[in-house]
């Protein structure tokens, strides 16, 4: 059997409070990002998951008219909509940009939903982007990848389950 090697980097224990509702974390990453553009913060993993997340909302918004927050009970409706999006891309395989792009931001949208319980951390690893809840880790990105392509034992809706359970 192949050994696999993970690398995973440093973790950023979360700082943003996901209690609030959704347009006052837009107002925050609006204002973040401004003091961002002026070189009076840095961009932290959290806050770019956060913007991919915010992008996840309005994208799902604009392209299927569902409305998405950051409660949990969106879950099945997000686990429904990667199942679409795996079709669409069955019928029209997406160019390696559009992908990463929805990858990204589902990624994002699900980080958040998960952090949103309190007690993470985000990660960067060789295998995408991550959450440490409890001292585990788990890569996130890897799982939504494996659901957009439409992999067996993929879907979101009990890995979320597993997630809240640690």
């Known amino acids: 059997m192949e050994s696999i090697n993970i690398e995973i980097g440093t973790i950023e224990k979360t700082k943003i409070d996901y209690n609030v509702s959704v347009q006052d974390l837009i107002n925050f990453f609006d204002e973040e990002q401004e003091a961002i553009l002026k070189k009076e913060k840095i961009a932290t993993l959290e806050f770019m998951m956060l913007g991919y997340a915010i992008d996840f909302l309005f994208w799902t918004k604009n392209a299927t008219g569902i409305v998405l927050d950051f409660e949990e009970e969106v879950i ?91």
């Open 76 to 166: 099945p409706t997000f686990d429904a909509i990667l199942e679409a999006i795996h079709k669409k891309f069955l019928e029209q395989a997406p160019m390696q940009e559009e992908f990463q792009d929805v990858l990204k931001k589902a990624t994002g949208f699900l980080c958040v939903v998960i952090c949103k319980q309190g007690n993470c951390g985000y990660f960067n690893s060789n295998l995408g982007i991550g959450i440490s809840k409890n001292g585990n880790n788990v890569f996130v990105m890897n799982r939504v990848g494996r659901r957009l392509q439409g992999q067996e034992d993929s879907e979101i809706i009990s890995f979320y389950e597993q997630m809240k359970s640690l």
